[in-house]
């Protein structure tokens, strides 16, 4: 299997444990520097390729590693992505707009193009794409990313019903606010981080959200116990997108 962004925050997490699952699990992503530590420290069947995922030529060597180290590549997850700093469309610079779709979507849409053929010719297998709550609402500020995570979606259903005779299964994942650097930390250009704009406390589930739960779904989607689900959303958010909910005291 190989995972994008995978020594970043969610994706380390699923590196690790498809890893601890027995899995082979090629780290890929754009910064070498913590895809070899993590590497180094998970072994020969963890190994690191660098990607660039807006780059066509870059999908194709990292597929080609992929097979040329196990074989067959059999899963794909599109976990690269990247925010914008919080403007208005107004205040959206052209250059922020074409960043963030190039890495969010067309490095999604590049993933899929390029894994494709390998996973025809593994008989088959799972594509999951790593998208956003806000790819299920409008979000003040984050136009770029906003508009990403809603085409993504488009883009899994439609590679869902072109690879699902080939036995290759394409969901989503919509995570909401989950306690990473790319939460945590102000992302370039912006002075704030996303987690001061959301407190937990309305949530029916009244925490942030920690990798591990994301991956234990990833787990599920890519396993056999989900061979019969493609083209689906998969929402995990402890409840932010139903709205707030009773106070623990409310009778």
Do not use: C
């Not at 690269?80 to 999604?108: C, F, H, K, M, Y």
């Not at 996303?194 to 309305?202: E, L, M, N, Q």
Request: hydrophobic fraction near 45%; aromatic fraction near 6%.
């Amino acid at each position: 299997m190989l995972v994008t962004g995978g020594s970043g925050g969610q994706g380390s997490s699923h590196v690790r444990a498809f890893h601890a699952e027995g899995a082979n699990v090629v780290i890929a992503g754009i910064d070498a520097e913590r895809g070899a530590a993590l590497a180094d420290e998970l072994g020969t069947r963890a190994p690191f390729t660098r990607l660039d995922v807006t780059d066509e030529g870059s999908w194709s060597a990292a597929v080609l590693a992929a097979e040329s180290a196990f074989g067959a590549l059999d899963v794909l997850v599109n976990n690269a992505g990247v925010q914008n700093p919080p403007a208005t469309i107004e205040d959206t610079e052209q250059a922020a707009w074409s960043r963030i779709l190039a890495v969010n979507l067309t490095g999604t849409f590049l993933g899929i193009k390029v894994a494709a053929p390998a996973l025809r010719r593994a008989a088959g297998g799972a594509i999951v794409n790593i998208a956003s709550t806000m790819g299920l609402g409008g979000t003040a500020h984050y136009a770029p990313y906003v508009a990403s995570k809603w085409a993504v979606r488009g883009l899994t259903r439609t590679a869902a019903l072109e690879l699902g005779r080939d036995h290759i299964r394409v969901n989503t994942i919509h995570p909401g606010v989950i306690a990473t650097p790319f939460i945590h930390e102000p992302a370039a250009g912006a002075t704030a981080a996303i987690a001061d704009f959301y407190s937990p406390g309305p949530f029916a589930v009244p925490r942030l959200g920690e990798p591990t739960d994301v991956t234990r779904l990833l787990l599920f989607l890519t396993s056999s116990d989900a061979s019969f689900i493609t083209g689906s959303e998969y929402v995990i958010d402890g409840g932010l997108l139903l709205g707030p909910a009773l106070r623990a005291d409310t009778a």
